[in-house]
């Protein structure tokens, strides 16, 4: 863009002088003005060049010596032994470099949807998001939805064309596709000039190229419709000369309050286009001191007034990354938002709201012992770290992903972001009773780093299930678990069916053993029948005579509940009938409440032997979210689960809601399933309904 900033932090160093190339590599830097840093997310799809966009601009400002690549491991943001197994990042990285005086704290965001955890907590970190898009290939729709959820809270974007120096890279095009994905509000800065030798500025209008005048006054009136001078429209229409100076004030403010989307493009291997996007970062994106921070309240719910973007106002942060270290220990990614972080201070970490995916909610006060800052996986030891700034501090015992950093004396909570909920069950065992012990030990860490990893200890099945976004993130996780020591196997997920009585039936329960001394006397005869599905367990007593005391009536019924729990026919819980106590005999010394129990038992137990039983599947009621173009291959699909769709309605993102009651034998894969049906645009979320007949 070579613009020369009207924003105060970019005065003085703009990208491509020596200063913004050479010496200090922004790791090292501690900033004392937050006005002085970025926090630029750059999200996309998995293969558009993110992480060798990030590489190229840490070799063009010197915080590396060279380039690594994706196929050797070698990039700076994938040195996850999973991320370089797979070719693709499986977690956010922060990768900080120095233009001018400004520090950038880039972060790299996977593009695989099975990821979207880490990318959420990337934009959480973020300030304002380059999207990457690849000058190739077409758009993807999860990008797209990506693009909607960032403008409904207004973060500042604009559009990375990557891989122009691809043989089939055709920038034209490439716009033409960005303006229909993502608005009329996108266009480009910048054009290529011939043979990808370089950048044109369009808004200059040095270059006399027809192809230059033509964008340049699409350009212009873009941003003037954005620029809070209402005069300049009429200005410009009426032929006026507008100055350089005005239209570049207008265009920065556009960009960094999120109304206006420039284009740039880049080849980052041949370093095209690396100056431009510098200059943009420093220049035209928000530092921390123009975004509000996410809301607070004290560790009652409280809330408390809005934060500020001040390095002498209380502390608050947040842990954006978490991850284990067998040297450092738990290492924590953390954002400032508020106040100063220092080495050797006392801090409060807190975590609420994730206890139903198997984080308990937590209090602890801490001391920071290391302070650091990140370069992918390496730390770089710093002081401090103030308001806007990302750290890493290591040997925290207690934090997970999410949890808020206050100070000890005045603790508080942030306001969580929205977390992805996992819906792909994968049911895990020890391979021998060690490892058993070694998996306990070792699946709390995991699941620490991971708040879109749901654990589940299921009370039917007795199974461990993971629940995870989808396959990579499964075979992430199994990573973890086994580069710990952990020797495990996955085993079929169990679907935790129940058992009811379809016809009425009547049990006998004799249990009566002599063996010297007191012995054990217990007869009693039941009725059982089937009750409607949800109304439960109704035991009565109808015992005529006092053949049987009251006090072993309860214990009839404590048998009974026992051997319902411990199902009748495939270890199932039975639910959903009437049991009747109706006769009975008792022995004035060997009767006894353990007898009675017995008793009970065994009488559900002929009962059943002599009625039909019925096993009953969990449905659940589903919500899925599509574009239009998929809801009647949605629909089908759903038929074909045997589901039952409830209703359509149109939703807030331009698609269609469908509402179904699916058996969750047939949404073990549906995250997966569903994604491959919708091109990656659909989603769906899901809950208990009721339990019904399984089908012969």
Same mark, same amino acid.
């Given at each position: 863009?070579?613009?020369?900033?009207?924003?105060?932090?970019?005065?003085?160093?703009? !990208?491509?002088?020596?200063?913004?190339?050479?010496?200090?590599?922004?790791?090292?830097?501690?900033?004392?003005?937050?006005?002085?840093?970025?926090?630029?997310? %750059?999200?996309?799809?998995?293969? =558009?060049?993110?992480?060798?966009?990030?590489?190229?601009?840490?070799?063009?400002?010197?915080?590396?010596?060279?380039?690594?690549?994706?196929?050797?491991?070698?990039?700076?943001?994938?040195?996850?032994?999973?991320?370089?197994?797979?070719?693709?990042?499986?977690?956010?990285?922060?990768?900080?470099?120095?233009?001018?005086?400004?520090?950038?704290?880039?972060?790299?965001?996977?593009?695989?949807?099975?990821?979207?955890?880490?990318?959420?907590?990337?934009?959480?970190?973020?300030?304002?998001?380059?999207?990457?898009?690849?000058?190739?290939?077409?758009?993807?729709?999860?990008?797209?939805? %990506?693009?909607?959820?960032?403008?409904?809270?207004?973060?500042?974007?604009?559009?990375?064309?990557?891989?122009?120096?691809?043989?089939?890279?055709?920038?034209?095009?490439?716009?033409?596709?960005?303006?229909?994905?993502?608005?009329?509000?996108?266009?480009?800065?910048?054009?290529?000039?011939?043979?990808?030798?370089?950048?044109?500025?369009?808004?200059?209008?040095?270059?006399?190229?027809?192809?230059?005048?033509?964008?340049?006054?699409?350009?212009?009136?873009?941003?003037?419709?954005?620029?809070?001078?209402?005069?300049?429209?009429? $200005?410009?229409? /009426?032929?006026?000369?507008?100055?350089?100076?005005?239209?570049?004030?207008?265009?920065?403010?556009?960009?960094?309050?999120?109304?206006?989307?420039?284009?740039? !493009?880049?080849?980052?291997?041949?370093?095209?286009? %690396?100056?431009?996007?510098?200059?943009?970062?420093?220049?035209?994106?928000?530092?921390?001191?123009?975004?509000?921070? !996410?809301?607070?309240?004290?560790?009652?719910?409280?809330?408390?007034?809005?934060?500020?973007?001040?390095?002498?106002? $209380?502390?608050?942060?947040?842990?954006? $990354?978490?991850?284990?270290? !067998?040297?450092? /220990?738990?290492?924590?990614?953390?954002?400032?938002?508020?106040?100063?972080?220092?080495?050797?201070?006392?801090?409060?970490?807190?975590?609420?709201?994730?206890?139903?995916?198997?984080?308990?909610?937590?209090?602890?006060?801490?001391?920071?012992?290391?302070?650091?800052?990140?370069?992918?996986?390496?730390?770089?030891?710093?002081?401090?770290?103030?308001?806007?700034?990302?750290?890493?501090?290591?040997?925290?015992?207690? #934090?997970?992903?999410?949890?808020?950093?206050?100070?000890?004396?005045?603790?508080?909570?942030?306001?969580?972001?929205? &977390?992805?909920?996992?819906?792909?069950?994968? =049911?895990?065992?020890?391979?021998? $009773?060690?490892?058993?012990?070694? %998996?306990?030990?070792?699946?709390?860490?995991?699941?620490?780093?991971?708040?879109?990893?749901?654990?589940?200890?299921?009370?039917?099945?007795?199974?461990?299930?993971?629940?995870?976004?989808?396959?990579?993130?499964?075979?992430?996780?199994?990573?973890?678990?086994?580069?710990?020591?952990?020797?495990?196997?996955?085993?079929?997920?169990?679907?935790?069916?129940?058992?009811?009585?379809?016809?009425? =039936?009547?049990?006998?329960?004799?249990?009566?053993?002599?063996?010297?001394?007191?012995?054990?006397?217990?007869?009693?005869?039941?009725?059982?029948?089937?009750?409607?599905?949800?109304? /439960?367990?109704?035991?009565?007593?109808?015992?005529?005579?006092?053949?049987?005391?009251?006090?072993?009536?309860?214990?009839?019924?404590?048998?009974?509940?026992?051997?319902?729990?411990?199902?009748?026919?495939?270890?199932?819980?039975?639910?959903?009938?009437?049991?009747?106590?109706? /006769?009975?005999?008792?022995?004035?010394?060997?009767?006894?409440?353990?007898?009675?129990?017995?008793?009970?038992?065994?009488?559900?137990?002929?009962?059943? #032997?002599?009625?039909?039983?019925?096993?009953?599947?969990?449905?659940?009621?589903?919500?899925?979210?599509?574009?239009?173009?998929?809801?009647? #291959?949605? &629909?089908?699909?759903?038929?074909?689960?045997?589901?039952?769709?409830?209703?359509?309605?149109?939703?807030?993102?331009?698609?269609?809601?469908?509402?179904?009651?699916?058996?969750?034998?047939?949404?073990?894969?549906?995250?997966?399933?569903?994604?491959?049906?919708? =091109?990656?645009?659909?989603?769906?979320?899901?809950?208990?309904?009721?339990?019904?007949?399984?089908?012969?």
């Amino acid at each position: 863009m070579s613009v020369k900033g009207t924003r105060e932090p970019a005065k003085g160093s703009g !990208p491509g002088t020596a200063e913004a190339k050479g010496g200090d590599n922004g790791s090292t830097m501690s900033p004392t003005d937050p006005a002085g840093i970025r926090n630029v997310a %750059l999200v996309g799809h998995s293969g =558009a060049g993110k992480s060798m966009l990030v590489e190229a601009l840490l070799a063009a400002t010197g915080a590396i010596p060279r380039m690594g690549t994706i196929s050797d491991g070698t990039t700076v943001s994938d040195s996850d032994p999973s991320a370089i197994h797979q070719q693709r990042s499986v977690t956010l990285s922060v990768a900080p470099i120095r233009v001018g005086a400004v520090k950038v704290n880039l972060i790299d965001t996977p593009g695989y949807t099975d990821f979207t955890g880490e990318l959420r907590a990337g934009l959480r970190a973020a300030d304002a998001a380059l999207f990457v898009v690849s000058a190739v290939d077409d758009i993807d729709g999860a990008t797209v939805a %990506l693009w909607g959820e960032c403008q409904k809270v207004r973060m500042p974007r604009a559009v990375v064309l990557s891989k122009l120096d691809h043989p089939r890279a055709d920038f034209a095009a490439a716009v033409v596709r960005c303006r229909e994905a993502f608005g009329d509000s996108v266009l480009p800065l910048y054009l290529p000039a011939a043979d990808n030798a370089g950048l044109i500025g369009i808004i200059h209008g040095t270059s006399s190229e027809t192809r230059v005048e033509e964008a340049r006054g699409p350009l212009v009136e873009g941003i003037i419709a954005e620029s809070e001078d209402e005069t300049l429209m009429d $200005r410009y229409l /009426g032929g006026e000369e507008l100055a350089l100076e005005d239209l570049i004030k207008d265009l920065e403010t556009a960009v960094a309050r999120g109304s206006f989307f420039p284009v740039i !493009p880049t080849a980052a291997e041949a370093g095209m286009g %690396l100056a431009e996007l510098m200059a943009l970062m420093t220049e035209a994106l928000p530092s921390p001191l123009e975004r509000v921070p !996410p809301p607070a309240m004290t560790l009652d719910g409280t809330s408390l007034k809005p934060l500020r973007c001040d390095p002498a106002a $209380r502390l608050a942060a947040e842990v954006v $990354r978490t991850t284990v270290d !067998p040297f450092l /220990g738990r290492v924590c990614l953390v954002r400032v938002f508020s106040g100063t972080l220092r080495e050797d201070s006392s801090i409060h970490v807190g975590g609420r709201g994730l206890a139903d995916r198997g984080h308990e909610d937590h209090d602890a006060d801490e001391r920071v012992t290391h302070l650091y800052s990140p370069v992918g996986q390496g730390l770089k030891a710093v002081p401090q770290c103030i308001a806007g700034d990302i750290c890493a501090i290591s040997k925290l015992a207690n #934090a997970e992903t999410g949890d808020s950093i206050s100070d000890r004396e005045a603790p508080l909570l942030l306001e969580t972001w929205n &977390m992805p909920e996992p819906l792909m069950p994968v =049911a895990i065992e020890g391979a021998s $009773r060690s490892d058993e012990d070694a %998996l306990a030990k070792s699946i709390g860490k995991v699941a620490a780093a991971d708040p879109t990893l749901r654990l589940e200890r299921n009370p039917d099945t007795h199974q461990l299930v993971l629940w995870c976004m989808g396959e990579s993130h499964a075979e992430v996780v199994l990573d973890r678990l086994r580069n710990q020591g952990v020797k495990l196997q996955t085993v079929d997920v169990i679907t935790p069916l129940r058992e009811t009585f379809a016809t009425k =039936a009547n049990g006998h329960g004799r249990h009566v053993k002599q063996s010297g001394g007191h012995g054990q006397f217990a007869i009693c005869d039941i009725e059982v029948e089937p009750l409607g599905r949800g109304e /439960g367990f109704v035991f009565s007593d109808k015992i005529v005579g006092g053949a049987i005391p009251g006090t072993f009536v309860s214990s009839v019924e404590k048998g009974v509940r026992a051997q319902m729990l411990k199902g009748v026919l495939a270890g199932f819980p039975v639910v959903d009938i009437k049991v009747t106590l109706v /006769g009975g005999k008792t022995h004035s010394v060997d009767s006894s409440d353990a007898a009675f129990q017995a008793a009970g038992a065994l009488a559900l137990r002929e009962a059943a #032997a002599a009625a039909k039983i019925q096993l009953l599947e969990p449905v659940s009621a589903v919500v899925i979210s599509v574009p239009d173009e998929y809801v009647g #291959a949605v &629909m089908s699909d759903l038929s074909g689960r045997r589901g039952r769709v409830t209703g359509t309605t149109a939703d807030d993102t331009a698609g269609t809601e469908i509402t179904a009651e699916v058996p969750d034998q047939e949404l073990l894969r549906y995250a997966i399933e569903l994604r491959a049906l919708t =091109a990656g645009t659909g989603r769906f979320r899901r809950s208990y309904l009721r339990h019904e007949a399984l089908p012969k």
